[in-house]
């Protein structure tokens, strides 16, 4: 199904669409052995994290109805997932909710700071054995540009994708990765200019594609 309108409600819409309970990515791979939860044999109560999808409009008649998706590729000095390209985010501290690490971390690694009104949801929560960590993404939309600052500590570039340009079913691939223990692999993947997306991050953007093409215009 061709997807034409990619505007703020349409967006907020898919996010909110019901029957994704069972859904699974088709940039999930058997490789990866990835649990769709922690496993029970697993001791103590395993570890939280937030991320965001930031969408920001573009308002130029040409491209109104195409919003940028802001990636960022993390730090090559980082312990986990070092290198990566990833969505803002990161490691849930006591007290908060899962949404306030996610804007949290989104205003310290990229220094955007989200306000209520541009929360459209969440998406599902997905683990990842390799850190141990339930990874839970939200989404947001901003209407005007908004003034950038990265945390060079964690982040080594930002990156910014036509939301439309990962609808193509050619975005779409494999790549040979690495994981963290060294182990390389054939992992499916989303591939932008010379950055290969893969692991949660694009297990994360694949489930906003399906719900989008679920809704329909």
């Given at each position: 199904?061709?997807?034409?309108?990619?505007?703020?409600?349409?967006?907020?819409?898919a996010?909110?669409?019901?029957?994704?309970?069972?859904?699974?990515?088709?940039?999930?791979?058997?490789?990866?052995?990835r649990?769709?939860?922690?496993?029970?044999?697993?001791?103590?109560?395993g570890?939280?994290a937030?991320?965001?999808?930031?969408?920001?409009?573009?308002?130029?008649?040409?491209?109104?109805?195409?919003?940028?998706?802001?990636?960022?590729?993390?730090?090559?000095?980082?312990r986990?997932h070092?290198?990566?390209?990833?969505?803002?985010?990161?490691?849930?501290?006591?007290?908060?909710?899962?949404?306030?690490?996610?804007?949290?971390?989104?205003?310290?690694?990229?220094?955007i700071?989200?306000?209520q009104?541009?929360?459209?949801?969440s998406?599902?929560?997905?683990?990842?054995?390799?850190?141990?960590?339930?990874?839970?993404?939200?989404?947001?939309?901003?209407?005007?540009?908004?003034?950038?600052?990265?945390?060079?500590?964690?982040?080594?570039?930002?990156?910014?994708?036509?939301?439309?340009?990962?609808?193509?079913?050619?975005?779409?691939?494999?790549?040979?990765?690495?994981?963290?223990?060294?182990?390389?692999?054939e992992?499916p993947?989303?591939?932008?200019?010379?950055?290969?997306?893969w692991?949660?991050?694009?297990?994360?953007?694949?489930?906003?594609?399906?719900?989008?093409?679920?809704r329909?215009?």
């Amino acid at each position: 199904m061709t997807i034409r309108l990619l505007r703020r409600e349409d967006i907020a819409a898919a996010v909110l669409l019901d029957g994704f309970e069972n859904w699974r990515s088709p940039l999930d791979s058997s490789s990866l052995d990835r649990p769709v939860t922690r496993p029970s044999h697993l001791t103590g109560n395993g570890r939280h994290a937030a991320v965001m999808l930031v969408l920001v409009a573009d308002r130029t008649k040409c491209a109104a109805d195409d919003p940028k998706l802001l990636l960022i590729r993390r730090s090559q000095h980082l312990r986990y997932h070092a290198g990566q390209i990833a969505l803002p985010g990161g490691r849930q501290e006591p007290g908060e909710t899962l949404l306030q690490t996610a804007v949290r971390e989104t205003e310290e690694e990229i220094g955007i700071s989200l306000q209520q009104h541009d929360i459209l949801g969440s998406l599902r929560s997905i683990y990842i054995p390799p850190s141990d960590f339930t990874l839970t993404p939200f989404v947001a939309w901003l209407d005007d540009e908004p003034e950038v600052s990265i945390q060079a500590d964690e982040v080594d570039e930002l990156i910014t994708v036509r939301l439309r340009s990962l609808l193509d079913p050619d975005a779409q691939t494999t790549s040979r990765v690495v994981r963290d223990n060294g182990q390389a692999i054939e992992a499916p993947c989303y591939q932008h200019e010379n950055h290969v997306v893969w692991g949660a991050t694009a297990l994360v953007i694949s489930e906003l594609i399906a719900r989008l093409s679920a809704r329909g215009d």
